[in-house]
Structure formats: structure tokens, C-alpha cells
């Protein structure tokens, strides 16, 4: 030890500031720190020959993640990496592809070989690349003051964290935008910029106010009454042609009643049949009188044609009665 002007200096103390000064250049060297935008990626070399290199392994956040032996690098199971590193055998290189926000972190690659080799240091440092913004908005008419009352919201899917500022007709920060313009503003445009340290995107938003037409509400109330008037007129219609075909009907029938019974009315000195006393139908009846009219008074024109016009009224009142019935 020397003293100088009242000052003590130690060689050791000197030897051991030179030491570690020269672990932290070691240090520096060995260590890196590098920026990727999401959806990019990152080469991970040895930075050796391959024939110098015995063994070496690949680490995130101290997990090994994969490692080279006998030629060839063997990738390790559950990890978050997964099916996003691409190996090469030859050049002894990892790369991990589609990078993610998650994916930030320290990586260190060990490698032993002919020489002592340092452990190397990768700091990744992954930032949201900002593509997309969107701008959705919400405007209503207030008819009180003759204006239009918007919301509009900016918003961005890559990074949650991103800043949002507003200009064009109004100048503001922030994802939330809420103002009143009137028609005589004319069409105005809004745009909307989401950033982050790394990137940004704008996006714009045009608008126009104008008393606001039907709502779908409104236009739904409107459809569904034509639709019941149309309904309620059909149904009237079709209750006056069943009240008309019915009313045809009984007139018809009523008719054919009574020729009938004019047809058929047995002389007051004919004998009644026996079909006639046991309940017979109207066939049988008016065979009998037409019997009964043979006998007494002979061959006759009129009682074929009679019995016709009876089978016949009877046909037609049915095929009324059945169109009234499908009709109701």
C-alpha cells in the first residue's frame, strides 16, 4: 500500500475494480435485448460452427424449450411455444414464429463444446402491431332541439392498452366520443388514431344529421296492420259468399221441396205402397207412384221425367250444400 497526498490505494482494490469491470463488457456482450412486432419472428443461432458444438440447449424464462444432441435439435413438450418453432439441423438454429404480446421475455441459449463457451442472453421485448381500428357509433334525433345526439366508440383488437385521440369536427382523447351537431353542419368527419410506443392506425368516420326516418320498430307496426286489415277483409269476404251460397241453397232447396212433393202427392184413391208405410226412401216412393200411375192411368211420358227431375233437384241441392260447407 502507498500514500499519495493522504490518500490510501490497495492493488488489490484496483485488481478487483478491473474484474469487474471486465465481467460487465463479458456481460454486455453476451446479452442482447430486441424488439419484434406481434405476428413477426425471432432466430435464436448458437452463433458456433456446428462442428464445435456437443450439446446445447434452448431456455425461456429458465423452461427449457428445446436442445441440440447427437446432430439434431430436439424440440421439448409443453411450452407455450408449441407448434410455432421451426428447427434447422444444419445451421443448428431455433426460430420461433407468430410472435405474441405473451411472448416477451429473457431467452439463453447454453452451449458446450471444444471451447468454453458463455452463456448467451436474449431479451424480447414484443410489441402490438396496431392494423385495424374501428369506429362504431350510435345517433339519435331529438326533436326538442332540432339536432342529432351521437356516441361514437374507437376501438382496436391488437393492443388493449393502445391510446385513442379524436379530430377532424371535434379534437378530444380518449375511446369514447359524445356530441350533438345539427343538419346545418352538414356532413362532418371524425377520425379516430389508436397507438401504442411501437405503431399507430387511423381510422375515419363520416356523418350527417337528418330527421330520423321510421324505426324498424315503427315500420314492423305498420306492415303488421296492413297485414290485419288485408285479413279482416279476406274473412268479411268470405263470410258474404258463404251467406250467399247458404241463402242459395235454401232457396234452391226449397224449390226442389216442393216439386217434390208436387211430383209425388199419391192420389186421394190410390193404395199406399208398403215401401211408403215402412219409412221407404224417396227412390222407392216415386218408383211406387210411378207404378201406381201406370196402372190407373197408363203409359205416361210425365212420370219418367218427374222421377228425373227429383233425382236431378236432389243432386243439386247436395253439390250447393257441400260447396258450402267446403266454403266455411
Not at 435485448?33 to 406481434?38: D, E, G, H, L, N
Not at 425461456?60 to 439434431?72: C, G, L, P, W
Not at 411450452?79 to 439441423?89: A, E, P, Y
Not at 269476404?237 to 241463402?247: E, G, H, P, Q
Request: glycine share 6%; net charge neutral.
Amino acid at each position: 500500500m502507498k500514500v499519495f497526498h493522504g490518500y490510501c490505494v490497495s492493488y488489490s482494490g484496483i485488481l478487483l475494480l478491473g474484474i469487474i469491470q471486465g465481467l460487465c463488457v463479458l456481460a454486455d456482450e453476451n446479452a442482447e435485448t430486441v424488439r419484434r412486432a406481434s405476428g413477426s419472428s425471432l432466430l435464436l443461432p448458437l452463433g458456433l460452427q456446428k462442428e464445435s458444438v456437443s450439446y446445447a440447449q434452448w431456455k425461456f424464462k429458465e423452461h427449457q424449450i428445446a436442445r441440440y444432441s447427437k446432430n439434431q435439435i430436439h424440440i421439448n413438450l409443453n411450452h407455450q411455444f408449441m407448434g410455432r418453432l421451426k428447427v434447422d439441423n444444419v445451421n443448428v438454429t431455433l426460430e420461433v414464429e407468430a410472435l405474441q404480446v405473451q411472448d416477451s421475455g429473457t431467452f439463453s441459449i447454453v452451449v458446450d463444446g471444444s471451447t468454453q463457451i458463455a452463456t448467451k442472453f436474449i431479451s424480447l421485448i414484443v410489441y402490438a402491431r396496431i392494423e385495424n381500428v374501428t369506429i362504431q357509433s350510435n345517433q339519435t334525433w331529438l326533436d326538442s332541439i332540432k339536432a342529432c345526439d351521437v356516441h361514437l366508440w374507437c376501438q382496436t383488437y391488437e393492443d388493449p392498452t393502445a391510446s385513442y385521440t379524436w379530430s377532424g369536427y371535434q379534437n378530444r382523447s380518449g375511446a369514447f366520443l359524445h356530441f350533438t351537431f345539427s343538419p346545418e353542419d352538414g356532413n362532418i368527419i371524425l377520425n379516430c388514431t389508436a397507438a401504442n410506443n411501437f405503431s399507430n392506425q387511423t381510422a375515419s368516420k363520416p356523418l350527417k344529421c337528418s330527421p330520423e326516418p321510421p324505426t324498424t320498430e315503427a315500420k314492423l307496426l305498420i306492415w303488421t296492420a296492413a297485414g290485419a286489415g288485408a285479413a279482416l277483409l279476406l274473412l268479411i269476404a268470405v263470410i258474404a259468399l258463404s251467406c250467399w251460397w247458404r241463402s242459395h241453397g235454401d232457396a234452391t232447396l226449397r224449390d226442389c221441396g216442393n216439386t217434390v212433393y208436387a211430383d209425388v202427392n199419391v192420389p186421394q184413391n190410390s193404395k199406399p205402397s208398403q215401401s211408403n208405410i215402412n219409412g221407404a226412401s224417396i227412390y222407392e216412393t216415386v218408383d211406387d207412384l210411378r207404378v201406381t200411375s201406370d196402372k190407373y192411368k197408363g203409359p205416361s211420358i210425365s212420370g219418367g221425367l218427374r222421377v228425373h227431375t227429383v233425382i236431378v233437384c236432389r243432386h243439386v241441392v247436395q253439390g250447393i250444400q257441400q260447396q258450402a260447407t267446403d266454403t266455411l
